[in-house]
């Protein structure tokens, strides 16, 4: 499934994010942020096409919103909360020119947004391919 393969390598280059610490400089801070939508987008595509190859209907539509709620009412992911703050902050990322809201970006995804996507790396090996 090339779309689970692309979040693959997003996610190796998601872990990056552990590799630098505050104070950032807008470059390193932009990247990171980068390095987190990349991730996410492909995250959610990832599991559209899973979805749809297990005949769920809803994985059908192109909402990343209507993904998250289909996968998981199919127990793809765990934590729906979680998942729908990660889908606000990707949406933000186009006001991360804002240092504050860069920072909550990058924060959130080391205290929460990588494990949150590691683990679905590991429900899908697991029960879905």
């Keep these: 499934m090339k ?7 997003a996610l190796e ?7 630098y610490e505050p104070p950032y400089g807008n470059v390193v ?4 942020v980068g390095l987190y939508e990349i991730c996410f987008e492909q995250s959610w595509k990832a599991m559209k096409e899973i979805l749809t190859y297990h005949g769920v209907a809803e994985g059908q539509t192109g909402s990343p919103r209507q993904i998250l709620k289909s996968a998981y009412g199919a127990g793809m992911i765990q934590d729906e909360e979680l998942w729908l703050q990660a889908l ?7 006001h991360a020119y804002n240092h504050a809201v860069a920072m909550d970006i990058v924060t959130a995804a080391k205290e929460s947004y990588y494990q949150m996507f ?6 899908i090996e697991r029960n879905w391919k």
């Design 3 to 9: 779309k689970f393969e692309n979040y693959c390598a």
């Design 13 to 19: 280059n998601l872990k990056e994010i552990y590799d």
């Design 29 to 32: 801070l932009t990247g990171l």
């Design 88 to 94: 606000q902050s990707r949406n933000n990322v186009a």
């Design 118 to 123: 590691c683990d679905l790396k590991s429900e």
